[in-house]
């Protein structure tokens, strides 16, 4: 089939459905460069990145992985293979450099391989209560083979583990909450007054009520309250190890497991406050036994919810 690298219309293509991936306050911090027609790479978009909130780039690599994800995807149904490898940023003269990806020649992409491409569309992160319907065994399980596929694990947390975690969670929304800089870095993409993307008030979902909401906090200028379930179901995405590589990776595994989940019905949004505050205050990971956590997950059925807003893949493209 014809590369679709090879016309600006095939680039766009691609870069569109990357650019549909999850980021952290949908700060969409990527970009793309085409090299002469053949390879595609992904960099990171330092203007973009949290430097109060992610200090490592971890968030920032975890939302580029899950554009690269979307991009495999996209070469996949295109007729290709798409052929991977990661690169550490060094001091090569591409210090945003993070991966690259070529297409090879394969046969065309299976009905589950389109299933999954055309939920980049349709997938959400919903910030709106859920309801106590729980998320067949069956579907959990789905969930866990997608990270696996790309090399993580998702831990399913029991309802005692759920509590602990939420507790954790409202403690460290409590911290941020009294970091001035976090919350002036948090306004800058919840406000709308910097950014034309970002979070805007429509999908940041209603302010919670009580003490242990299973959502971030977003909507503080808004007058929308809403009670949240009261018994989430919570999962963490873990990975072996915990440095760039591993972000990648998780990002990747993040997306194909909330496309799958979106092919279910199922919603999702994120608590990482334990997370971010972790990073923030640079403290090492102690290595749980089940990996290092990078993202906290709430999965649940919720209603439909409106797309945040994309940048669009012209700003997105550089050609060599």
Same mark, same amino acid.
């Given at each position: 089939m014809l590369n679709p690298l090879a016309t600006h219309a095939g680039a766009r293509r691609l870069l569109t459905?990357?650019?549909?991936?999850?980021s952290v306050h949908n700060t969409q911090p990527w970009r793309f460069v085409v090299r002469h027609r053949e390879y595609v790479e992904?960099?990171?978009?330092?203007?973009?990145?949290?430097?109060?909130?992610d200090p490592r780039g971890r968030s920032l690599h975890i939302s580029c992985g899950a554009a690269l994800l979307n991009l495999r995807l996209a070469l996949r149904v295109s007729g290709h293979r798409p052929v991977t490898w990661s690169v550490a940023p060094a001091g090569d003269g591409s210090p945003t450099l993070l991966a690259a990806v070529r297409p090879a020649s394969a046969a065309p992409a299976s009905a589950a391989e389109c299933d999954l491409y055309e939920a980049i569309t349709t997938r959400r992160t919903n910030r709106q209560p859920f309801t106590g319907r729980p998320v067949p065994r069956a579907v959990m399980d789905? +969930? *866990?083979?997608?990270a696996r596929m790309e090399g993580a694990e998702l831990v399913l947390l029991d309802a005692s583990a759920s509590a602990v975690l939420l507790e954790e969670v409202a403690a460290a929304e409590e911290a941020l909450a009294r970091d001035r800089d976090y919350r002036a870095e948090l306004a800058r993409w919840t406000s709308g007054r910097s950014h034309r993307d970002g979070m805007p008030p429509y999908v940041q979902g209603p302010r919670p009520i009580g003490d242990r909401a299973p959502?971030?906090?977003?909507?503080? +200028? *808004?007058?929308?309250?809403?009670?949240f379930e009261p018994h989430p179901?919570?999962?963490?995405?873990?990975?072996?190890g915990d440095g760039p590589a591993d972000w990648l990776r998780a990002g990747q595994a993040l997306q194909r497991l909330l496309l799958v989940a979106t092919l279910h019905g199922v919603s999702a949004s994120?608590?990482?406050?334990?997370?971010?505050l972790r990073d923030m205050r640079r403290h090492a990971d102690p290595r749980h036994p089940g990996g290092h956590p990078q993202m906290i997950i709430r999965l649940g059925y919720g209603p439909a919810v409106p797309r945040a807003p994309r940048r669009p893949a012209l700003e997105l493209l550089g050609m060599a």
């Open positions: 459905a990357a650019g549909a991936a999850p992904l960099h990171a978009d330092p203007g973009r990145r949290l430097k109060v909130a789905e +969930l *866990s083979t997608a959502v971030r906090d977003l909507a503080r +200028l *808004s007058g929308e309250r809403a009670r179901r919570l999962a963490v995405v873990t990975t072996l994120f608590l990482n406050q334990p997370l971010d």
